[in-house]
């Protein structure tokens, strides 16, 4: 009875002691699983504040190129072309060509030509003139205070060398934002054409009266130097019309390069 009542004493004494224990203890697996959680939410947390910083330095990035973008546009639409006209009389005589037009009467009109502002323009002119194509050709075309026209082998205005050239209304600067250009001053020679773009070929006109209107629609490549007073005569000659009753005629048209080189013209057809 006694061995029977120690043996379970002793079972008693070991069940309370394992029950205290499952009671009071930690459970190794479930400490490991929240330890996991732990490190893997602090992980997530990090990565997401560093997203979070990425996204938000790429967006400030952002508006500052579309700030600076938006600023450069605002200047750009600020900055106005200014416009220079070119004075011919403060303009150097060296290496600028000089054309004769000797009428049939004798009397003469020098030309200076401006190859800076219609390079093109002042080539053709000059080719067609060595080649004697304006030797006895007349001024078909002339309106008192506005201009005389010549250059049509045909004389009726709508005669032409075969082939068109480019217009050179001015020259545009890029970088500082100019324009440079003849304008239509009395005495300014002119190349004629029709409506159509790139539609000029021999035809010219010299300015009789200060015609800015004109400006920016026809090439000015020139201005007369000598023998304002024939082209007045011929501005003033009785008309029917607009061709003069007596013809005006260009005995012969020459030029002196005064050491300009010119080219050959770039034609259109």
């Known amino acids: 009875m006694k061995k029977f009542l120690t043996v379970m004493m002793i079972f008693v004494l070991i069940f309370t002691m394992i029950s205290c224990n499952t009671e009071t203890g930690t459970n190794p697996v479930e400490n490991t699983t929240e330890n996991i959680v732990e490190e893997t ?4 947390t990090e990565e997401t504040t560093e997203e979070v910083t990425e996204e938000e330095t790429t967006e400030e990035a952002t508006e500052e190129a579309t700030e600076e973008a938006t600023e450069e546009a605002t200047e750009e639409e600020e900055k106005e072309v200014q416009y220079i006209q070119i004075n011919p009389q403060e303009l150097s005589e060296e290496n600028r060509p000089l054309v004769t037009i000797e009428m049939a009467d004798g009397q003469m009109i020098k030309i200076r030509l401006v190859p800076e ?5 002042v080539n053709n002119f000059i080719s067609l003139i ?3 194509y304006y030797d006895g050709i007349i ?10 026209q010549g250059g049509d ?16 209304f001015f020259v545009f600067d890029e970088e ?6 003849l304008p239509h001053f009395r005495g300014m020679i002119s190349m004629a054409k029709t409506s159509a773009p790139n539609s000029a070929g021999s035809q010219f006109f010299i300015v009789h009266a200060d015609s800015n209107f004109l400006d ?10 000598e023998g304002m007073d024939i082209v007045d005569l011929i501005a003033t000659t009785e008309v029917n019309g607009e061709s003069p009753v007596n013809e005006q005629v260009m005995k012969t048209v020459t030029v002196e390069l005064n050491g300009y080189e010119y080219n050959e013209p770039e034609v259109i057809n």
């Open 41 to 44: 939410t602090e992980e997530t």
């Open 117 to 121: 502002v219609a390079p093109n323009t």
């Open 130 to 132: 060595e080649t004697g």
């Open 139 to 148: 001024f078909h075309r002339v309106i008192k205070d506005f201009m005389v």
């Open 153 to 168: 082998p045909e004389g009726t205005g709508r005669g032409g060398p075969g082939y068109t050239i480019a217009d050179e």
């Open 176 to 181: 500082a934002y100019t324009v440079t250009y």
């Open 216 to 225: 920016g629609q026809y090439a000015t490549f020139g201005y007369v130097v």
